[in-house]
């Protein structure tokens, strides 16, 4: 019998990821079994436990790539662009993200985050540093390029700019918040962070 390759077989995992994004986005965390997986993956229920062993374990995998899509965005820094205006919007895309049926995951997310914890599930901690560095990282190649003050806490700056996306993003799909106001939102909120940055 001929071996599989660990390329194939890691195709194979982050296609049934991907997979379930589309489900866990339409159900949420708590209502999404592997059976709804095995479904829209189109896969057995052997071949789905031969790669996962619980709904958690397929929600992690979900989130990582959803995590490494939304991630590549502040990634793709163009020093010769306005900082500000990236940051601004990077801002603008992750909230407006959440517009994506599809694809949409923050109800999968909040459900998720609320019944574990860091000790649990260690990547919920690794994302958050991993995003938290790269917000530092963008914000110091600002700072190198005169556009941002120098006498910025960048640990401070990243983890309320974290919660205040967080909190946006929450707001907007639990409470229909209609276009306008989040517009009036994200205005303020721009105002807010131009004030400490610049």
């Avoid at 049934?16 to 829209?40: H, L, P």
């Avoid at 994302?127 to 806490?153: A, P």
Wanted: aromatic share 10%; proline share 1%; hydrophobic share 40%.
């Amino acid at each position: 019998m001929p071996r599989v390759s660990e390329k194939y077989l890691e195709s194979r995992k982050n296609k049934i990821a991907k997979s379930a994004i589309n489900v866990f986005a339409k159900k949420g965390y708590t209502n999404t079994s592997m059976k709804d997986i095995m479904k829209e993956a189109n896969v057995s229920r052997g071949g789905l436990y031969a790669y996962f062993e619980n709904i958690d374990a397929v929600f992690i995998a979900a989130l990582k790539h959803d995590d490494a899509v939304q991630a590549q965005g502040l990634l793709r820094t163009d020093v010769r662009e306005n900082f500000f205006t990236q940051l601004n919007d990077w801002i603008y895309e992750m909230v407006a993200s959440i517009t994506e049926e599809e694809t949409n995951l923050v109800r999968a997310k909040s459900e998720f985050f609320l019944s574990h914890n860091i000790e649990e599930v260690p990547y919920l901690r690794q994302r958050h540093q991993k995003l938290s560095q790269n917000i530092q990282q963008f914000i110091q190649l600002g700072i190198k390029s005169g556009e941002f003050k120098e006498q910025i806490d960048l640990n401070a700056f990243s983890e309320l700019l974290i919660s205040m996306i967080d909190g946006l993003m929450l707001h907007r799909y639990y409470q229909s918040t209609s276009d306008a106001d989040s517009s009036a939102i994200l205005q303020q909120m721009n105002e807010m962070l131009q004030n400490s940055l610049t």
